[in-house]
């Protein structure tokens, strides 16, 4: 059973530019969340999809967009890029319902540099 | 609002040694735990979980927490660490909510495990 994967696991942009993250959900889960962890920090939440809505969201610029696929992947944009966007960029999916929904299981993440 | 504080930034400790890591919350409402762990360069691992029943809560390589309620805290505990549990430690805090969950994270504690 293959669990959470995101793509790429390595990125460098120029600031200014535009770029796309990939997530494919746990099998089973219906539910996709990004976070942002700065060097140093802890994870920061920035939204969460289920049925292909943004259900959820953190407090992160407009320049944070994301999409959800009918197969539940997801994709996370971030766009016009600064110097402070460079950070590990982790997705985490869950289902169910109820309490066993706030369980997430994360993938590797992906490394963003800005420079 | 939910935060966590995680009390210490980095514990070292001689292997075979017991540890402690520290985690408190601030919520108004029943929340739930988490305690992940994260390995250089590599996403959230779950350790173990609290969503209900027992308050003390037993998770993957050997680490249990206790949850306190009246004191609003959920430490972490290993009777006896090895090298290889040297890693960055998160505590984090859910809510289950319908139209959506996220999950609140601590700053991390790094735990240095020496020989």
């Known amino acids: 059973d293959a669990g959470v994967t995101q793509s790429p696991t390595h990125l460098i942009k120029t600031r200014g530019q535009q770029v796309t993250l990939r997530c494919s959900p746990k099998?089973?889960?219906?539910?996709v969340s990004w976070y942002q962890q700065a060097l140093g920090q802890g994870p920061q939440f920035i939204f969460q999809?289920?049925?292909?809505?943004?259900?959820q969201r953190g407090n992160f610029p407009d320049r944070f967009s994301g999409h959800q696929f009918p197969n539940y992947s997801s994709e996370l944009n971030v766009n016009a890029l600064l110097l402070g966007d460079s950070a590990l960029y982790l997705c985490?999916?869950?289902?169910?319902?109820?309490?066993?929904?706030?369980?997430?299981?994360f993938g590797q993440g992906t490394r963003l540099t800005v420079v | 609002a939910q935060s966590v504080t995680q009390l210490d930034s980095q514990v070292p400790v001689f292997e075979e040694a017991p540890v402690e890591l520290r985690c408190n919350y601030s919520s108004s409402v029943s929340v739930y735990l988490f305690w992940y762990v994260q390995y250089p360069n590599q996403g959230l691992q779950l350790l173990l979980k609290y969503l209900s029943g027992s308050t003390l809560v037993k998770g993957i390589n050997g680490f249990e927490a206790e949850f306190n309620k009246s004191q609003t805290s959920f430490h972490l505990r290993k009777p006896s660490v090895h090298i290889s549990d040297t890693a960055e430690y998160f505590c984090a805090v859910s809510r289950y909510m319908e139209y959506g969950n996220k999950l609140v994270f601590g700053a991390g504690t790094i735990l240095r495990v020496k020989s």
């Open positions: 099998s089973g889960h219906d539910t």
């Open positions: 999809y289920y049925e292909e809505e943004e259900r």
């Open positions: 985490a999916s869950s289902g169910g319902t109820g309490p066993q929904s706030t369980e997430a299981f």
